[in-house]
């Protein structure tokens, strides 16, 4: 319980981004931001278009895809104060201040999509038409992991410091402004990040180790194309769960210490690259998307002929 009396809620946080980076460059790293939000979002987009417009996509194995998708531009751009653009407005105009309950929804937003991400995750190591139900179920129970922080923090004492070291509201940069002792809320949260993480991490393997096992009675030709898609699938999972045990384990290791940069850099890494990657990973692998694009020219020339046609016969 915190024992604080008569004090004055902050009315709004400041984000700082990367304390060590020189004025200088913030207008070169809000373009770099810029083409990353725009690049994630279009392609994330793109895909979810192609799977609404082609009926032969719509299948059991491309739901899982297209609400990883969904969930990667709701990352990037839920009400405009989600993870990049608030970080972009910081560095082109040096805007980073956010209103309190403004940056409590940041903050929940941002671990919602955290884990929506991994229970997808979860998902596509399941049974196709398992995965279809518990997809949608996703949706709303990665609410309850990220709102048990969030109601946490609406009930803890913010009376001084408002600077945020980091790109982005979090759960540990707010706690770390919270006057009194946080240790009980730190360590919820910290139980709650470790169960939506690593609990899907450890079937995910699971059902790797199992894909392993069932390969060795294949082809030659059927192992290799295998191994291809276990190997960038697992770089990918390892980008996303890896480095978020070292920022969130990081108080509980003494010799294990990172600095703000550092930590920011981390933190943007894991956030930022799956999203930015995951339509080429999942989606651009598959022959019948393959296909599809590929077939795109040829169907824009026929439509353009039929065009033609329509209008030439209609003068005649």
């Known amino acids: 319980m915190f024992q604080v009396e008569n004090y004055t809620r902050v009315s709004e946080f400041v984000i700082v981004g990367f304390p060590s980076l020189q004025s200088e460059y913030f207008h070169l790293v809000a373009w770099f931001f810029f083409i990353l939000y725009v690049t994630t979002v279009v392609g994330n987009v793109l895909l979810v278009m192609v799977f609404a417009l082609e009926r032969s996509l719509q299948k059991p194995m491309y739901i899982t895809m297209v609400s990883l998708a969904l969930s990667d531009i709701g990352k990037y751009g839920t009400a405009c104060v989600t993870s990049l653009p608030k970080l972009i407005a910081r560095y082109w105009w040096n805007d980073g201040s956010l209103g309190f309950h403004t940056c409590l929804f940041q903050e929940h937003m941002i671990h919602y999509f955290g884990s929506l991400n991994s229970l997808i995750l979860f998902t596509m190591a399941l049974d196709r038409y398992v995965a279809i139900c518990l997809t949608l179920f996703c949706w709303v129970v990665a609410h309850i992991f990220s709102g048990i922080s969030t109601v946490n923090l609406t009930m803890m004492p913010f009376c001084g410091p408002n600077t945020i070291i980091q ?10 402004l919270v ?8 360590n919820t949260a910290f139980a709650a990040a470790m169960f939506v993480l690593y ?4 079937f995910i393997i699971f059902s790797y180790i199992c894909i392993i096992i069932s390969i060795f009675c294949c082809s030659p030709q059927g192992r290799k194309k295998t191994f291809s898609t276990c190997a960038t699938q697992g770089c990918i999972i390892s980008i996303y769960y890896i480095p978020r045990f070292f920022v969130y ?16 850099a981390t933190t943007l890494f894991y956030s930022l690259f799956p999203p930015l990657i995951n339509p080429f990973i999942y989606c651009l692998r598959t022959k019948e998307i393959k296909e599809i694009f ?12 039929k065009t033609v046609i329509y209008f030439g016969a209609l003068r005649f």
Not at 167 to 176: G, Q
Not at 199 to 202: E, G, Q, S
Not at 249 to 264: A, E, G, Q, V
């Open 167 to 176: 790109a982005f509201c979090d759960t540990l940069s707010l706690i770390s």
């Open 179 to 186: 006057c009194g002792d946080t240790s009980r809320h730190y």
């Open 199 to 202: 609990v899907p991490l450890a």
């Open 249 to 264: 384990s990081t108080p509980y290791f003494p010799n294990l210490t990172l600095t703000p940069d550092k930590r920011i």
């Open 294 to 305: 590929r077939q795109l020219p040829n169907r824009s020339v026929n439509a353009r002929l």
